[in-house]
């Protein structure tokens, strides 16, 4: 029971710092521009298909600095070529044109790399178990996973909140009039933001592909995960971000790896039902199948009982 | 007199609805035409929501999916005689299906529009999308349900076998649901919902609760969604998760925005053309989603208001009659953009086939050689570079046509 508990939470915090790295990508770019970027998780499988293609040539290591790079610099350019001029039609315009970006994104990655997964592997260096508990290995290449998510949070935390661009950052988003006023390119700023959430949600698809398995359906697995996530935490909040995705990738792992249900309730509480009862499938429901389901149903419950998330400001 | 008026657009609607199938005849074109008619109410159900009550919805599937499946248990129950009425009705259980689903999931999503009705509405489509996966008996898991329609009691002699006998109740109900969700636009409940997308505050102000408000769009786009459920269970006579997760909620916003979301007729255009696409265009190319993709960027880029705000724009043209003055410079600018068209097309299709020929157009193209490429590449270049200059034209033109004349002025 222990061993099942400890390795529920390390995968946990596994998933939850990736689910961060993309998080914080798109909390941010949500706060500038006050608009929630659907083609975010497609920045992320960027990342990873670009990273297969160099890690042909280059290795893994080439494919982890460079992919990022390249999906940092195409995340900008959609900003200033694309969103930037459907900013005039408003916001719903700017959420229905990140949502055809992603379709495009797919779409475009299926011409491109085909509709197969690629057999995108971890390098041999990282290809041993880094401790062994209770009998079950703990693989080097997560470890690695943990440390580059918890190495990009700290970048992050000290990036905006000490030094100069990070608050020249945090003042555009409260008074990008001010900071105009004051001399600074608000525009290139908002520009650069979107480029650095875009590379950061590419760098998760690079570390995240190996593992998670590089194929077309890998944005839409995590895509709605992190919109869940973001909104939960509250709108903008990037701490809210961070404890709910921690939160969320727990949640998800320990329903995984539970193996309770409804019948051990029904047992419980003294109750049994025929198997011809026509709700047997409410009643045989156990915790590993609807894991997939409980982000949204904690989304659904926060957003009626408090819709502006864990830690989110009042809304005006 | 008046009323005549209105009306004849209506008549004609009618006539063209079970006027198309004497006129495509064939049995792909009657399944596109029963596609057709389906994507129609379906994507109005969702103006309802989007353009009429400005309420951004990532998960409209779900009454048009509950609808739908509510509908197939409803030809099963027919089929084994628990049950027995004629199977007209069946996008009727469907609609209220659909309703039922809106008055509870809108009971509580409402409250909010913006952002934060869009996030529920995509988590309770995540939601049921997912749970549908596991409660098999009523979705029937990942195979889905399916029924017969033709158990049902004759109606005049029409067992309903053919798609074309289908083809024609669907129409009728396609007609009676647009022609009632014109109606609801006209009521003060429609007038309402404009009112609350523009302004939420003022018509508070003036006593209205805009969450009641919405409340009521929400309703009534939940029917209409249920009744295109109900069409569509009766054409396929199956049904499964995919018809109610976020793949058809997407497919809905793309048909209604490329139509144009503020007009009443945006979505029927929408709907039109994305199912011509949809079934023609996947015969000629694999590559037809990328299409789509690269045509559905570009609307919401240079033609915020769809397709249908594009005819619109042309109003003032048309009624100070400077149509004329337009078509020329339309005309000198059209025909550089199709080729470039056709060029970027050419060139997609080549670097994705791997046969050693490529027909394209009448053409024999060598996907292989350096020659074609660089050939396709530079008329691709120069009709870029003539549209960019008839623009200017075209530009000009449009000012002119749109001018306001000068005895008005003075």
């Known amino acids: 029971m222990l061993e099942v508990f400890i390795f529920a939470t390390l995968n946990g915090l596994v998933t939850g710092f990736l689910l961060f790295m993309l998080a914080s990508g798109l909390t941010l770019i949500f706060s500038m521009m006050g608009v929630l970027n659907f083609a975010h998780a497609s920045f992320y499988m960027l990342g990873a298909y670009f990273a297969y293609s160099l890690s042909l040539y280059f290795g893994f290591w080439g494919g982890l600095i460079f992919a990022p790079l390249i999906v940092g610099v195409l995340g900008a350019l959609v900003e200033r070529y694309g969103l930037r001029k459907v900013h005039a039609s408003g916001h719903v315009a700017e959420l229905v044109f990140t949502f055809g970006l992603a379709f495009l994104i797919e779409e475009a990655i299926q011409f491109f790399w085909g509709r197969d997964t690629k057999n995108y592997q971890t390098p041999d260096l990282l290809d041993f178990p880094l401790f062994t508990l209770f009998g079950q290995e703990f693989s080097a290449y997560r470890g690695f996973m943990m440390a580059i998510s918890i190495a990009i949070f700290i970048a992050l935390y000290y990036v905006l909140t000490k030094s100069r661009v990070g608050i020249i950052i945090q003042a555009a988003i409260t008074h990008p009039q001010t900071v105009s006023n004051l001399g600074h390119n608000v525009p290139l700023i908002f520009m650069g933001v979107f480029g650095m959430g875009t590379a950061l949600a590419g760098l998760a698809g690079v570390i995240a592909g190996p593992v998670l398995t590089t194929f077309p359906g890998m944005a839409a697995v995590l895509g709605s995960i992190v919109f869940v996530i973001v909104v939960i935490g509250g709108l903008g909040s990037l701490a809210g971000a961070f404890i709910a995705s921690l939160l969320i990738g727990l949640l998800q792992s320990y329903a995984i790896a539970s193996d309770v249900g409804m019948p051990d309730l029904l047992n419980l509480l003294g109750i049994s039902f025929d198997r011809s009862h026509p709700l047997n499938d409410l009643w045989t429901m156990n915790l590993p199948q609807i894991a997939p389901v409980l982000p949204y149903l904690l989304l659904v419950l926060v957003l009626i009982f408090r819709p502006t998330g864990l830690l989110g400001k009042r809304e005006e | 007199m008046a009323l005549l008026k209105k009306s004849s657009i209506w008549i004609a609607f009618l006539i063209a609805l079970l006027g198309l199938p004497l006129v495509f005849d064939s049995i792909l074109a009657i399944s596109i035409l029963n596609q057709m008619v389906i994507a129609i109410v379906f994507a109005l159900s969702y103006n309802m929501l989007l353009g009429q009550g400005g309420m951004l919805s990532f998960g409209h599937a779900v009454y048009f999916g509950l609808g739908g499946f509510l509908s197939v248990h409803a030809l099963i129950l027919i089929e084994f005689e628990t049950m027995v009425f004629s199977i007209l009705w069946i996008p009727l259980i469907g609609g209220l299906f659909g309703l039922l689903a809106g008055i509870f999931i809108g009971s509580f999503s409402t409250h909010k529009a913006g952002t934060v009705f869009a996030m529920i509405s995509l988590g309770i489509g995540e939601l049921i999308a997912a749970s549908s996966l596991i409660f098999s008996s009523f979705f029937g898991g990942e195979a889905g349900i399916s029924g017969d329609r033709t158990f049902g009691p004759m109606f005049f002699g029409?067992?309903?076998?053919?798609?074309?006998?289908?083809?024609?109740?669907?129409?009728?109900?396609?007609?009676?649901?647009?022609?009632?969700?014109?109606?609801?636009?006209?009521?003060?409940?429609?007038?309402?919902?404009?009112?609350?997308?523009?302004?939420?505050?003022?018509?508070?102000?003036?006593?209205?609760?805009?969450?009641?408000?919405?409340?009521?769009?929400?309703?009534?786009?939940?029917?209409?969604?249920?009744?295109?459920?109900?069409?569509?269970?009766?054409?396929?006579?199956?049904?499964?998760?995919?018809?109610?997760?976020?793949?058809?909620?997407?497919?809905?916003?793309?048909?209604?925005?490329?139509?144009?979301?503020?007009?009443?007729?945006?979505?029927?255009?929408?709907?039109?053309?994305?199912?011509?696409?949809?079934?023609?265009?996947?015969?000629?190319?694999?590559?037809?989603?990328?299409?789509?993709?690269?045509?559905?960027?570009?609307?919401?880029?240079?033609?915020?208001?769809?397709?249908?705000?594009?005819?619109?724009?042309?109003?003032?043209?048309?009624?100070?009659?400077?149509?004329?003055?337009?078509?020329?410079?339309?005309?000198?600018?059209?025909?550089?953009?199709?080729?470039?068209?056709?060029?970027?097309?050419?060139?997609?299709?080549?670097?994705?086939?791997?046969?050693?020929?490529?027909?394209?157009?009448?053409?024999?193209?060598?996907?292989?050689?350096?020659?074609?490429?660089?050939?396709?590449?530079?008329?691709?270049?120069?009709?870029?570079?003539?549209?960019?200059?008839?623009?200017?034209?075209?530009?000009?033109?449009?000012?002119?046509?749109?001018?306001?004349?000068?005895?008005?002025?003075?």
Request: negative net charge.
């Open chain 2, 158 to 410: 029409f067992d309903f076998a053919q798609n074309i006998e289908i083809y024609y109740v669907a129409a009728v109900w396609a007609f009676i649901a647009t022609l009632f969700m014109y109606l609801f636009t006209q009521t003060p409940a429609g007038r309402m919902a404009n009112a609350v997308r523009d302004n939420p505050e003022r018509a508070e102000f003036i006593g209205y609760s805009s969450r009641k408000v919405r409340f009521i769009s929400f309703c009534a786009s939940g029917l209409f969604a249920g009744i295109a459920g109900g069409l569509f269970a009766l054409n396929y006579e199956f049904i499964t998760e995919e018809n109610l997760n976020a793949a058809t909620s997407g497919r809905v916003l793309l048909m209604a925005y490329i139509g144009g979301l503020g007009y009443f007729i945006g979505p029927i255009i929408g709907a039109v053309v994305l199912t011509l696409m949809n079934s023609l265009l996947s015969n000629y190319s694999e590559l037809w989603m990328l299409y789509l993709g690269i045509m559905f960027l570009l609307t919401v880029m240079y033609l915020p208001r769809g397709f249908a705000g594009f005819i619109m724009m042309h109003q003032i043209a048309w009624i100070r009659g400077n149509m004329k003055l337009l078509i020329k410079p339309y005309i000198i600018t059209a025909i550089p953009a199709l080729l470039f068209t056709l060029c970027a097309i050419a060139l997609i299709e080549m670097s994705h086939i791997e046969d050693e020929v490529f027909h394209y157009l009448g053409l024999e193209l060598n996907p292989a050689s350096p020659i074609t490429w660089i050939v396709i590449l530079a008329v691709a270049g120069g009709a870029f570079y003539a549209v960019k200059r008839s623009l200017v034209q075209l530009n000009d033109a449009w000012e002119t046509a749109n001018a306001i004349p000068k005895e008005e002025e003075a």
